[in-house]
């Protein structure tokens, strides 16, 4: 049975991981090379690699971290962040990347989407979608750009939609307003956003226990789950967590 | 030296650091020539059944016709795999090396497509290329086509249907799922195949 993944997400500004270090039981490395595939070992199913370096002068700084990463890591690595072009994506991927993360370059030329599946095949694009609930849109969730800090008055459904048309390979949809709470997944932006596609979708934000896990992959129906800092929150290891969620009667990939 | 073919079909440098990683001497290149004095062949590739037009366009496709009538160990991955099949509903006008019977499909509607995550393998004949993998083993499977399960099956895997995850005849060896992503078993499958 295909399993519920839960993905290791690498917080990387300026070259060091800057959430998320508990992950694997380090005491801090720090360094994405050496966090990635302990995560690996102890269990992650996939590895994403967030550059969330504001400024775009630090490209080659990420694309020689990607390399590092990609080095020893015989598990899928999705790398996001600042990819604007298909000649930013061909870097990435050349760097060692298996999939690259787009999200407001997407939204500003939702053409990119199209172009980089048709070079590199739709499992290579993952649609990095950021939701907020939304007063204007009567209850319906609004997607925002640029971090969680742009309003694009697009409804998260439609959005989600015309990227699948596009050829968008998997959804990463993280709610704003869960994000880094440690309260939980948003289960029903997940649910409605796993019913209207018809392509994996990753939930994120709010991760703070397996019990968090279990929900989103059973009342939210994801595919995957991803947690950057959740271990900072009462869970120790990734291992222990996988093993949690087989207690609850979840396919995952355990032991493994 | 491992022959890696290249043909536009996606990334090839993963499968090359896992062989690597192996401690296998190994080259990407879509150079006649070199795939001829390779003893060992690794067809990779993700992507458009199309893309494996490619490989006729560069004069690969009799390369590798040739090896296998020599048998040199082969192996296919994703796409690669599929291409040893008959043909796919991907692309049927690109005909397929037919060294496997039947033609990929796509999956149904009624369950999400791609098939992407980590899913089970039921061992029917370890072979050569799964020995010490047994069944329940995950592997890291991303596809939209499907294999159908033939004689020369040795793995399976289910996903709305069963379909081929592993086959095996004489030096032709196939797997859906990739190895180089798959961890520890798959680094263990990619050994088996360059010990041959």
């Given at each position: 049975?295909?399993?519920?993944r839960?993905?290791?997400?690498?917080?990387v500004?300026?070259?060091?991981v800057v959430?998320?270090?508990?992950?694997?039981?380090?005491r801090?490395a720090?360094?994405?090379?050496?966090l990635?595939p302990?995560?690996?070992?102890?269990?992650?199913?996939?590895?994403i690699?967030?550059?969330?370096?504001?400024?775009?002068?630090?490209?080659?700084?990420?694309?020689e971290?990607?390399?590092?990463?990609?080095q020893h890591l015989?598990?899928?690595?999705?790398?996001?962040?600042?990819?604007?072009?298909?000649n930013?994506?061909?870097?990435?991927f050349?760097?060692g990347?298996?999939?690259?993360?787009?999200?407001?370059?997407?939204?500003?030329?939702?053409a990119?989407?199209?172009?980089?599946a048709?070079?590199y095949?739709?499992?290579?694009?993952?649609?990095?979608?950021?939701?907020?609930?939304?007063?204007t849109?009567?209850?319906?969730?609004?997607v925002?750009?640029?971090?969680g800090?742009?309003?694009?008055?697009?409804?998260?459904?439609?959005?989600v939609?015309?990227?699948?048309?596009?050829g968008?390979?998997?959804i990463?949809?993280?709610?704003?307003?869960?994000?880094?709470?440690?309260?939980?997944?948003?289960?029903?932006?997940?649910?409605?956003?796993?019913?209207a596609?018809?392509?994996?979708?990753?939930a994120?934000?709010?991760?703070g226990?397996?019990?968090?896990?279990?929900?989103?992959?059973k009342?939210?129906?994801?595919?995957a789950a991803?947690?950057?800092?959740?271990?900072?929150?009462?869970?120790?290891?990734?291992?222990?967590?996988k093993q949690?969620l087989?207690?609850?009667g979840?396919?995952?990939?355990?032991?493994? | 030296?491992?022959?890696?073919?290249?043909?536009?079909?996606?990334?090839?440098?993963?499968?090359?650091?896992?062989?690597e990683?192996?401690?296998y001497p190994?080259?990407?290149?879509?150079?006649?020539?070199?795939?001829?004095?390779?003893d060992?062949?690794l067809?990779?590739?993700?992507?458009?059944?199309?893309?494996?037009?490619?490989?006729?366009?560069?004069?690969l496709?009799?390369?590798?016709?040739?090896?296998?009538?020599?048998?040199?160990?082969?192996?296919?991955?994703?796409?690669?795999?599929?291409?040893?099949?008959?043909?796919?509903?991907?692309?049927?006008?690109?005909?397929?090396?037919?060294?496997?019977r039947?033609?990929?499909?796509?999956?149904?509607?009624?369950?999400?497509?791609?098939?992407v995550?980590?899913?089970q393998?039921?061992?029917?004949?370890t072979?050569?290329?799964?020995?010490?993998?047994?069944?329940?083993?995950?592997?890291y499977?991303?596809?939209?086509?499907?294999?159908?399960?033939?004689?020369c099956?040795?793995?399976?895997c289910?996903?709305?249907?069963?379909?081929?995850?592993g086959?095996?005849?004489g030096?032709?060896?196939?797997?859906?799922f990739?190895p180089?992503?798959?961890?520890?078993p798959?680094?263990?499958?990619l050994?088996?195949?360059?010990?041959?």
């Open positions: 049975m295909l399993t519920k839960v993905i290791a997400c690498l917080d500004d300026a070259g060091r959430k998320g270090v508990h992950f694997a039981d380090l801090d720090g360094d994405p090379a050496e990635a302990a995560y690996s070992r102890s269990g992650a199913d996939e590895i690699l967030l550059d969330i370096s504001a400024a775009n002068q630090k490209r080659s700084t990420l694309l971290i990607v390399r590092k990463t990609a015989f598990v899928p690595f999705t790398v996001g962040g600042g990819i604007r072009s298909l930013d994506a061909t870097a990435v050349d760097a990347a298996d999939k690259i993360a787009v999200n407001s370059a997407a939204l500003e030329n939702p990119l989407i199209s172009q980089i048709r070079r095949g739709s499992q290579a694009v993952v649609v990095a979608v950021d939701a907020k609930s939304s007063f849109l009567r209850g319906n969730y609004e925002w750009a640029c971090g800090k742009q309003s694009t008055g697009k409804e998260v459904l439609a959005w939609r015309e990227t699948e048309d596009r968008a390979g998997e990463l949809l993280t709610s704003i307003d869960r994000d880094g709470t440690g309260d939980g997944f948003d289960c029903e932006l997940t649910a409605r956003v796993a019913v596609v018809r392509i994996p979708v990753i994120s934000g709010g991760a226990n397996a019990c968090h896990f279990v929900q989103v992959f009342e939210g129906k994801a595919d991803l947690a950057a800092s959740v271990f900072h929150y009462g869970i120790n290891t990734l291992s222990g967590l949690e087989a207690l609850a979840l396919p995952v990939r355990w032991p493994c | 030296m491992i022959a890696i073919l290249d043909y536009d079909a996606g990334n090839l440098a993963s499968v090359k650091k896992a062989v990683y192996l401690g190994c080259v990407v290149t879509s150079d006649p020539l070199e795939v001829e004095r390779a060992k062949i067809l990779p590739g993700v992507g458009h059944f199309s893309a494996t037009s490619n490989l006729e366009a560069r004069g496709s009799a390369v590798v016709r040739n090896a296998m009538s020599r048998e040199i160990p082969l192996l296919g991955i994703c796409l690669g795999m599929q291409w040893m099949f008959e043909s796919s509903e991907e692309a049927p006008e690109v005909l397929g090396l037919a060294w496997f039947g033609q990929c499909q796509r999956f149904p509607d009624r369950i999400k497509v791609p098939h995550g980590w899913n393998l039921r061992v029917r004949n072979g050569r290329l799964f020995q010490n993998i047994p069944s329940g083993t995950f592997m499977f991303t596809h939209s086509y499907w294999a159908p399960v033939v004689e099956t040795t793995a399976e289910e996903y709305g249907t069963a379909f081929s995850a086959v095996e005849r030096s032709l060896f196939g797997v859906q990739h180089e992503k798959s961890g520890d798959g680094l263990t499958l050994r088996n195949f360059c010990e041959l």
